[in-house]
């Protein structure tokens, strides 16, 4: 089945950078898009950045020129590089597949999600 495993989180000031990795297993890594996804208290998940198995990449306006998303599907691994970050970034942070519609990574609906990691940006 499934495993998700999300790590990199941590604690920073505004401005400060870090990167996100998840290593994924039991499914075809490879031919899947990916995608990151964050959930902040009260909110609902969102989908932040999503790139297809051929390394197209999008995302949401919130991130753009902020955050990189990418691949290593020797290693079953999508990464997201946060870069300026503001306290609004702050929420637990998700990588899982994604749906591709008109050449976009769009949100998919899954019941499987991992522990998720924790990204807490203060002022």
């Known amino acids: 089945q499934v495993q998700l495993v999300e790590s990199g989180g941590g604690s920073v000031q505004a401005g400060g950078s870090l990167r996100l990795s998840c290593a994924a297993s039991?499914?075809?890594?490879?031919?899947?898009?990916m995608g990151w996804y964050r959930q902040a208290p009260g909110k609902q998940r969102e989908l932040v950045a999503g790139?297809?198995?051929?390394?197209?990449?999008n995302y949401a306006d919130s991130v753009k020129a902020r955050f990189t998303i990418s691949r290593d599907n020797a290693k079953n691994t999508v990464y997201l590089q946060m870069n300026s970050l503001k306290p609004e970034d702050t929420a637990v942070y998700y990588c899982?597949?994604?749906?591709?519609?008109?050449?976009?990574?769009?949100?998919?609906?899954?019941?499987?999600w991992g522990r998720g990691t924790q990204v807490t940006v203060s002022s």
């Open positions: 039991g499914i075809i890594f490879s031919i899947n898009a």
């Open positions: 899982n597949r994604g749906v591709v519609r008109a050449g976009w990574v769009r949100r998919g609906e899954y019941d499987y």
């Open positions: 790139i297809t198995a051929g390394g197209s990449t």
